[in-house]
């Protein structure tokens, strides 16, 4: 069973940043694909972000050139750097865990709330 507890998240104005980390129980990043993903209210969860084991990342076309999304391995934690936020881009952002052998092998965290407000 795999953990993840994210943290990082708050208030922020217009054009402000913010960090988001999701530390993981174990080292996992080899065999796994680690995402960002958001849930505004009324909406469906979509894909922020992804890092593959390789270092191969992916972004939603709505986030390319303001997020970056990166992995330590020696710390089993994966980051998610936001800037040139905007009021959209207010959710909550849960990380996520995709076994790239085991389909069934998934975990979410507890998510993390990021308000864009002035």
């Known amino acids: 069973q795999v953990q993840l507890v994210e943290s990082g998240g708050g208030l922020v104005q217009p054009g402000g940043s913010l960090s988001l980390s999701c530390a993981a129980s174990?080292?996992?990043?080899?065999?796994?694909?680690m995402g960002w993903y958001r849930q505004a209210p009324g909406k469906e969860r979509e894909l922020v972000a992804a890092?593959?084991?390789?270092?191969?990342?992916t972004y939603a076309d709505s986030v390319k050139g303001r997020f970056t999304i990166s992995g330590n391995n020696a710390k089993n934690t994966v980051y998610l750097q936001m800037n040139s936020l905007k009021p959209e881009d207010t959710a909550v952002y849960y990380c996520h865990a995709q076994n790239k052998y085991v389909s069934a092998m998934a975990y979410w965290g507890k998510g993390t709330l990021v308000t864009v407000s002035s």
């Open positions: 174990g080292s996992i990043f080899s065999a796994y694909t």
């Open positions: 890092i593959s084991s390789a270092g191969t990342t």
